[in-house]
């Protein structure tokens, strides 16, 4: 499986973005699907996630009733809308997934094997 992001670009303070993870290889039920992001100096942090197959997602404290992640089976890929961005979400932001991964490590990116190359996001203020 190889997981192409895309959707950043820069934006101020209260906008809008929508990012894309777009999946080569067919995702079968058990893959869980991660959202993280790195900003400048810092270490990469868990942002979402959700089970491939549906139900529920989680989210950092951070982003919480701002973000959410959603699936589009027909397409293979998984987005990020992103609401009411602030400044300190300004960072390069990465899709992840694993199949089989124990769901109460969603938040583990040593967790995970498959890896976009990251997409910029730049929040203005």
């Known amino acids: 499986v190889q997981l192409q992001a895309s959707g950043g670009g820069l934006v101020q303070a209260g906008g809008s973005l929508r990012l894309s993870c777009a999946a080569s290889?067919?995702?079968?039920?058990?893959?869980?699907i991660g959202w993280f992001r790195q900003a400048p100096g810092k270490e990469r942090e868990f942002v979402a996630a959700k089970r491939w197959s549906g139900g529920s997602a989680v989210y950092a404290d951070s982003v919480k009733g701002r973000f959410t992640i959603s699936r589009d089976a027909a397409k293979n890929t998984v987005y990020l809308q992103m609401n009411s961005l602030k400044p300190e979400d300004t960072a390069v932001y990465y899709c992840a997934a694993r199949s089989g991964l124990i769901w109460s490590y969603y938040a583990n990116e040593n967790e995970y094997v498959h890896w976009g190359q990251g997409t910029q996001v730049t929040v203005s203020s």
């Open positions: 290889g067919q995702l079968s039920s058990s893959y869980v």
